[in-house]
């Protein structure tokens, strides 16, 4: 009896349980009322997706040119900091949409509406759930994550600050003094913000690295260390 149970388990599904399969997945996809936890679903799985093909090629280089060990334990770390940085992204990415449907939810003005600041209170408590706290908040991946994402900011709010605020924009932008400055003056800063950015970057990062390498990040300090220790001058 056992045996015919379980060939009966394997037989494939009919034409017709086929279809039933189909048009329940269709039904729930298409429903309306499970759109918001389907984006969910949807953000975690492209988090994920993302942070495996960013990760992997980045990794892979690093493991194989920095460290030492066994194929198998290089391989090892390849997929350790791939697994991390994949899982990092997609759990964010939940926290964040989640965050997000709970705000429009509780909006007192709007309920089901997304309010002026949802964003920001939203990312807020992803940044600190995913990346905050733990015993990975302060792994190489983490910090790379972050590290990557301050950057971004950092020049995305630069040029903001010499921008008008957008008589179109549906976000609240503050009017800051500089936003008030002459054109040409604006346009003398932009022209030169970026050299000077970049030469004072290189120039500070050089000098820690010179003096005070440990402080330095991990894989760029490995990087710095291949390219410049043993080369004249160095």
């Not at 290189?202 to 000098?207: D, I, R």
């Amino acid at each position: 009896m056992d045996v015919l149970k379980v060939s009966r388990l394997a037989l494939p599904l009919s034409p017709d349980q086929t279809n039933i399969s189909q048009e329940t997945v269709e039904s729930i996809i298409l429903n309306p009322d499970l759109a918001p936890l389907l984006a969910i679903v949807k953000a975690a799985r492209n988090g994920a997706v993302y942070g495996a093909k960013v990760r992997f090629p980045h990794a892979l280089v690093m493991v194989f040119m920095f460290r030492s060990g066994t194929l198998k334990e290089k391989l090892r770390l390849v997929f350790k900091a791939t697994r991390q940085h994949a899982r990092n992204l997609a759990f964010f990415a939940t926290v964040y949409k989640s965050s997000m449907l709970i705000l429009r939810l509780l909006n007192p003005s709007a309920p089901g509406k997304e309010g002026p600041y949802d964003t920001f209170f939203a990312g807020l408590v992803g940044g600190y759930v995913v990346f905050g706290r733990g015993k990975q908040a302060r792994s190489s991946v983490n910090q790379q994550i972050v590290i990557y994402v301050f950057a971004r900011v950092v020049l995305a709010l630069a040029k903001l600050s010499i921008e008008p605020p957008s008589a179109t924009s549906s976000t609240p932008t503050p009017t800051l003094f500089t936003q008030r400055l002459s054109p040409e003056l604006k346009a003398k800063i932009e022209h030169n913000a970026w050299p000077v950015f970049a030469s004072l970057s290189w120039a500070f990062v050089m000098y820690i690295f010179r003096w005070q390498p440990e402080s330095i990040q991990s894989s760029l300090r490995s990087s710095m260390k291949y390219m410049y220790v043993g080369s004249p001058g160095t």
